[in-house]
């Protein structure tokens, strides 16, 4: 099983990427999918969710209105759109997936398939 997170990168303030994560090994496409981040110095922290159809998303609130979570479960995808980036979001972004739950939820514990991360840098 494996998730491989794509799409970081060094951008400015204001700008916006899209990360992408493909899922192999399994079918994900009954799970709950989401993203976490962790910044140099910082404990990891929940950045959004999706539930197994897409119906339900949940955002932390630092990143809520800014980024949009969706997946493509004939793809075996998730997506996170991230718009006016800010110097604060700087981090290593992980792809997550749950073996277990279809619900998005915010606790690390829901998830037990972790991606490698891939680095986003924004500077000010």
């Known amino acids: 099983v494996q998730l491989q997170a794509s799409g970081g990168g060094l951008v400015q303030a204001g700008d916006f990427l899209r990360l992408s994560c493909a899922a192999s090994g399994r079918t994900f496409s009954s799970y709950a999918m989401g993203w976490f981040r962790q910044a140099p110095g910082k404990e990891r922290e929940f950045v959004a969710a999706i539930s197994w159809n897409g119906g339900s998303t949940r955002y932390a609130d630092s990143v809520r209105g800014r980024f949009r979570i969706s997946r493509d479960n004939a793809k075996n995808s998730v997506y996170l759109q991230m718009n006016s980036l800010k110097p604060e979001d700087t981090a290593v972004y992980y792809c997550?997936?749950?073996?277990?739950?279809?619900?998005?939820?915010?606790?690390?514990?829901?998830?037990?398939?972790w991606g490698q991360g891939t680095l986003v840098t924004v500077s000010s």
């Open positions: 997550v997936s749950s073996s277990w739950s279809a619900q998005a939820t915010r606790g690390p514990s829901e998830y037990d398939y």
